[in-house]
């Protein structure tokens, strides 16, 4: 039986946005070049992702550079830049040519206080003073909570009033460190959108795991934006997956997105090679062996029946499944493997061939190759 929890809501606009140019490069360690910069948003476009959020214009002529080149792509994708809560940082990202701009601001009492050491009241007054200004230049304007999972309910509902009221488009909802659990980020959403009636854009950080679970459970609480990082590069432990949210949204959540899933792979391990990151085989979505079957009671069944054992189908992400012969294995994968080689035994035979393969497997650790396979059968006589 598939979930309709988001039934309701399917029919709104859904934007799948990343920030792999901006936040995911902030990881520790990570730095793009410019034309790597240039083709991670050309890869984004070529996925289908409705907006890039390309780097921040105030750090630097390198960072302009890479800008103005993405820009001159012309791209598909809406482009976005980042900005502090001051006029100089958006008159920056105008002279780049973005007409978007996102504006980050704290609205936790801990950010408030310790980070800048003034009150509400401040804060409040600053990021009108500043939507009202970049509005007046007639950008498109996002502005963040910061921190949001740690400040008080209460407070986020007046600030994003606020920010509503100064002509901001919408807000995102920033766990900053990963506080927020599904639970939690589906009632503030839902808090937001009752109490203020604004697009919400969804940012999350990875600190417990939690970071995908939790764009999902904004989405469904009527989140209008889902933001993520390729392979969920990020500050600390990462945001939430890119790959992970849009697959989610397409096959769990059972959203209509126009994405090219099938580009996803090779949009990742270019990401991976320019951050010096591998990308493990059982990385969920684009992992290699995320097809792989050894197991007896899955391979028999996926014999019968492919989906039995799998989310999606391997193509959709453009992948292959593969039978692993191995300690796990049972009867009808060696048959089958066998078969796949021309080869033909019997039940009972297959039998004998598993022990030797089990304790082959055992020997040495890992799977069969096929060739290793086709070794032991010789040795028995199949």
């Known amino acids: ?72 792509l012309k791209l598909n994708s809406k482009l976005i830049g980042w900005n502090r809560a001051n006029k100089e940082d958006i008159k920056k990202s105008i ?43 007639k950008l498109y304007v996002s502005c963040s909570g910061e921190d ?63 970071a995908t679970a939790n764009v999902i459970a904004a989405v469904c609480a009527g989140a209008t934006h889902a933001q993520g990082t390729v392979m969920g590069i990020g500050e600390r432990a990462g945001n939430g997956s890119l790959e992970e949210i849009i697959m989610a949204l397409k096959y769990i959540c059972g959203f209509d997105l126009k994405v090219e899933t099938r580009k996803l792979k090779d949009l990742v391990n270019f990401v991976a090679k320019a951050a010096g990151r591998t990308v493990p085989n059982w990385k969920p979505i684009v992992g290699e062996d995320i097809f792989a079957h050894e197991s007896g009671i899955h391979v028999s069944a996926g014999l019968k029946a492919n989906h039995l054992f799998e989310p999606f189908a391997p193509e959709d992400v453009n992948l292959e499944r593969k039978l692993v012969i191995g300690k796990h294995s049972g009867t009808a994968g060696i048959i089958h493997k066998l078969g796949m080689h021309g080869i033909k035994i019997t039940t009972e035979e297959a039998y004998v061939l598993l022990e030797e393969v089990r304790q082959f497997s055992l020997e040495h650790k890992r799977a069969l190759t096929d060739n290793e396979l086709l070794q032991l059968a010789n040795k028995v006589n199949v």
């Open 148 to 210: 949001a999972s740690r400040a008080d309910p209460d407070f986020l509902i007046e600030y994003a009033k606020t920010i509503k009221a100064a002509g901001a488009d919408r807000i995102r909802v920033s766990d900053t460190v990963g506080h927020f659990n599904p639970l939690d980020v589906y009632k503030m959403i839902r808090l937001l959108v009752d109490e203020v009636g604004i697009d919400i854009e969804s940012h999350t950080h990875n600190d417990f795991g939690m």
């Open 1 to 72: 039986m598939k979930h309709d929890f988001t039934a309701e809501r399917k029919d709104r606009n859904l934007y799948v946005t990343d920030t792999t140019l901006r936040d995911g490069e902030q990881a520790a360690g990570v730095v793009f070049s410019i034309d790597e910069k240039v083709e991670i948003a050309y890869l984004l476009d070529q996925v289908g992702v409705d907006e890039i959020e390309v780097g921040i214009p105030a750090m630097n002529n390198v960072e302009i550079e890479s800008i103005k080149r993405i820009i001159d």
């Open 95 to 137: 002279d780049c040519g973005l007409t978007g701009i996102h504006i980050g601001f704290p609205v936790s009492d801990l950010h408030i206080k310790e980070r800048f050491g003034k009150d509400r009241n401040w804060i409040l007054e600053n990021i009108t003073e500043t939507i009202e200004f970049a509005k007046s230049q």
